[in-house]
């Protein structure tokens, strides 16, 4: 189980390594996704905050990459977080998510990818529901759920 020191670790020691790498060109990207999905995944955008269509949602199934499909959150570690988007404790598998270290806006925090096409998918918060204590924020635009 992952936790906010795991975490920090990742963005000092480097992350897991994918189980495989997907690399398209830019004019790539933008053919397979919606302008909005591109600003958000390979431009590190944010959707507003209760804007997201799986915001809500609590069907059952995982929730994957929509740049690459990959796996990245299973719906039973979903939970509301009433930040406005979708909130997991725990990737689906350690080296689904890599972590970077995020200065921007006169904040630190840590930026979450899918680790296998490098979508930017939100934030990992330290004030999520135990065990992990951990909050997933991620952009609904950034995510596709496939139903189990």
């Known amino acids: 189980m992952l936790t906010w ?3 920090i670790s990742f963005t000092a020691k480097g ?3 994918p189980d495989k790498r997907v690399e398209k060109s ?3 990207w933008r053919t397979l996704l919606t302008e909005e999905q591109y600003k958000i995944t390979r431009k590190k955008g944010t959707e507003p905050a209760h804007s997201g269509a799986l915001c809500s949602t609590h069907k059952v199934g995982k929730y994957n990459c929509i740049c690459c499909n990959a796996p990245l959150f299973d719906s039973t570690i979903k939970f509301e977080s009433q930040s406005g988007w979708p909130s997991f404790t725990q990737p689906i598998k350690e080296n689904a998510i890599k972590y970077i270290k995020d200065v921007s806006f006169g904040m630190i925090r840590v930026e979450v990818l899918c680790n296998i096409c ?3 998918l939100g934030h ?3 004030d999520g529901p135990e065990p992990t204590g951990l909050r997933y924020c991620v952009n609904s635009e950034a ?4 139903n189990l």
């Open 124 to 126: 990992v918060f330290p």
């Open 118 to 120: 490098d979508a930017h």
């Open 15 to 17: 992350n897991s390594t």
């Open 26 to 28: 830019e004019q790539e």
């Open 143 to 146: 995510i596709t759920l496939e």
């Open 5 to 7: 020191k795991s975490i």
